[in-house]
C-alpha cells in the first residue's frame, strides 16, 4: 500500500476524529433512555469488537448483534442433508471453506471427508463447475450458501452451466435473504430495538430500497454503513440524529460502495434462477417465510434438491447451544451457558462460534475491549 | 466467503467475454465481471470481488481501506487468500 493509501486508511482510524464523533453522539442521547441499536452484518460485528467501539458509547446505547452471518444461521438438519448427498455414489460435495467445520447432527463435512466422501473445498462456485467439467464420470454438487452477496455468483455458474449443457452439475441452494429475517426479528416480543445498522456488502446487490418498509412500517431508521470504525461511529451517529429529531428514515453513510438501486444486473441474475422457497429454517430463529431462494423448475436439472431424493433432516439444536438467543440479541455472547467452556473456536457447539465473523468468536477473539470488561476491571 | 476482497482490473479478457484478468494481492486472478460490465469495466478500475464475481466498482482508496480492514481480520483473509491462490477459475 503506497503513502497515500495509508494516509487514508489512517483518517478512518483517526482517534481525534472519533472521540469527536463519541462525543457528539453523547450530546444525542436523552439520559436513562436505553437504545438499543443492531448490527446486522457479522463484518460490522467483528469491527465494532476488535476497535471496542463500544467504549466510544454512552453507557445508554446498546448494541446488538444480529443474524447476518449466513454460516450461523444454517441449520444442523441442511448440514446432515448436504452430507447426505456427499455420501452418495459417485458425488463429489464442493464447499466454501467457512463451511467445513459447522456441525451437523452427524458430524461436519470434516468429519464426513473423514470418513471417505469427496468434499472438496472451493473458493468460487466457477471452481465447482471446472471440477464438474473435468469429471464428467461424477455428480459435481455446490453447497451453496450465503446472503445476497453471494447468491448472484450462485445464478450466474447456473446460467453458464445451463449454456454449457452441463449434465453432472448441480446446486444444494442454502441462500437465505436478509429482509425477511430482520421483520422476524421485528416480530419478536422479547426484543427492543430502535434502529439498525445495514449491512454493507448486502445492500451493493440489493441497494437501499428494501430496507424502507422497516423505516415506514415498523418505524425504525435503518443506516447502511461500511465496515471502519469511523463508519460505524457515523452510522450510529445518524441513527441518533432520526431518533433524537422523531424521524425513521433509511440512510446510506456507505455511498463510497452502495449505490441506493443497488446491482440490478445480479438482481436479474437471481430472478432468472432462483425464487422464493414458502419457508426456511434458520438456526435459532426458527422457520420464517420466504426467507430463503430455491432453484426454479425451468433450471431443475441443476438443483440437488431435485437430482437427488434428500431427506429433508430436521434437527433441533443443541439443548446447551444459545446461538438463537445470541443471533436475536436477547443475550450478548459470553451470557450463553457454554461460551468459552464447553463452546470454543476450536470445539464449537454452536455456530456463532464456527465463523470468524459470528458473534460469539468476534468476541472470543477480541472480548478484552468489551465496555463489560472495562467496567469489571474499573470495579475489582 | 463474506469478504468482499478487491482488486486492480489489469485487461478485459479478448477471448472469454465477461472474464478479466485482475491483480489481487500481487497475485494475478481470473474474474468474472459480468454483472458489473454496464459500468463500463476498463483496466485500471478496482472491484470488489466476492466469489470470484465482482460485484461492484470501487476507487483507490476504497480499496485501500477494504485491504486494510481484511488484514485485520487475519487467518479468515488469510484463508480466503489461499482459497482464491487455488481457485481455477475459467
Known amino acids: 500500500m503506497g503513502p497515500e493509501g495509508m ?26 433512555r436505553r437504545y438499543g441499536l443492531m448490527e446486522i452484518c457479522g463484518g460490522h460485528t467483528h469491527t465494532i ?3 471496542g467501539i463500544e467504549d466510544y458509547l454512552p453507557e445508554e446505547v446498546q448494541l446488538v448483534h444480529g443474524p447476518g452471518c449466513p454460516v450461523c444461521v444454517i441449520p444442523m438438519g441442511r448440514v446432515d442433508d448436504a452430507i447426505w448427498i456427499a455420501e452418495q455414489e459417485g458425488v463429489i460435495m464442493t464447499s466454501f471453506g467457512d463451511l467445513l467445520r459447522v456441525p451437523g447432527a452427524r458430524g461436519s463435512f470434516l468429519d464426513a471427508k473423514a470418513r471417505g466422501a469427496d468434499i472438496q473445498m472451493v473458493y468460487s462456485p466457477l471452481d465447482s463447475l471446472r471440477i464438474a467439467r473435468s469429471n464428467p464420470d461424477r455428480r459435481v454438487v455446490f453447497m451453496a450458501i ?24 448441480s446446486v444444494f441452494c442454502n441462500h437465505v435473504t436478509i429482509i425477511p429475517a430482520l421483520e422476524a426479528i421485528l416480530a419478536s416480543p422479547d426484543l427492543h430495538i430502535d434502529g439498525f445498522i445495514g449491512p454493507g456488502h448486502v445492500s451493493t446487490v440489493i441497494g437501499c430500497e428494501p430496507y424502507r418498509f422497516i423505516a415506514e412500517k415498523h418505524g425504525r431508521p435503518f443506516v447502511v454503513a461500511g465496515f471502519e470504525p469511523l463508519d460505524i461511529l457515523q ?8 431518533l433524537r429529531d422523531g424521524r425513521s428514515e433509511v440512510e446510506n453513510q456507505y455511498t463510497r460502495v452502495v449505490p441506493w438501486e443497488g446491482n440490478q444486473r445480479a438482481l436479474q441474475a437471481i430472478d432468472e434462477v432462483m425464487e422464493p422457497r414458502p419457508t426456511f429454517e434458520w438456526r435459532g430463529l426458527g422457520w420464517i417465510p420466504d426467507s430463503a431462494m430455491r432453484i426454479r423448475e425451468k433450471y431443475a436439472r441443476f438443483d440437488a434438491e ?18 438463537g438467543e445470541v443471533l ?12 468459552g467452556t464447553a463452546c470454543t473456536p476450536e470445539t464449537p457447539i454452536g455456530t456463532c462460534m464456527v465463523s470468524s465473523e459470528g458473534a460469539c468468536a468476534a468476541y472470543y477473539n477480541f472480548g478484552r475491549f468489551t465496555r463489560l470488561r472495562v467496567r469489571q476491571a474499573g470495579s475489582a | 466467503m463474506c469478504l468482499g476482497i478487491p482488486g486492480e482490473v489489469l485487461t478485459l479478457d479478448v477471448e472469454r467475454p465477461g472474464m478479466a ?44 481501506l477494504t485491504l486494510s480492514y481484511l488484514e485485520e481480520m487475519g487467518q479468515a483473509y488469510r484463508d480466503e487468500l489461499q482459497a482464491l491462490a487455488e481457485s481455477r477459475i475459467d
Open chain 2, 21 to 64: 484478468t485482475v491483480n489481487v494481492g500481487g497475485a494475478r486472478r481470473q474474474v468474472n465481471v459480468m454483472l458489473i460490465e454496464e459500468d463500463g469495466v476498463q483496466p485500471g478500475d478496482w472491484v470488489l470481488i466476492h466469489v470470484g464475481f465482482a460485484l461492484a466498482k470501487i476507487d483507490e482508496e476504497e480499496a485501500q
Open chain 1, 328 to 339: 436475536r440479541g436477547t443475550i450478548k455472547p459470553w451470557e450463553c451457558k457454554v461460551f
Open chain 1, 306 to 323: 431435485r437430482v437427488f431424493d434428500v431427506p429433508a433432516t430436521r434437527v433441533a439444536d443443541p439443548p446447551a447451544c444459545q446461538c
Open chain 1, 235 to 242: 452510522a450510529i451517529q445518524m441513527l441518533l440524529l432520526q
Open chain 1, 49 to 51: 469488537y476488535k476497535h
Open chain 1, 146 to 169: 450465503g446472503f445476497e452477496t453471494t447468491t448472484p455468483s450462485t445464478a450466474m455458474t447456473v446460467l453458464r452451466a445451463a449454456a454449457e449443457g452441463l449434465e453432472n452439475f
Open chain 1, 7 to 32: 494516509r487514508f486508511v489512517d483518517e478512518y482510524r483517526d482517534r481525534e476524529k472519533a472521540q469527536a464523533l463519541a462525543a457528539n453522539i453523547a450530546t444525542l442521547v436523552e439520559p436513562g
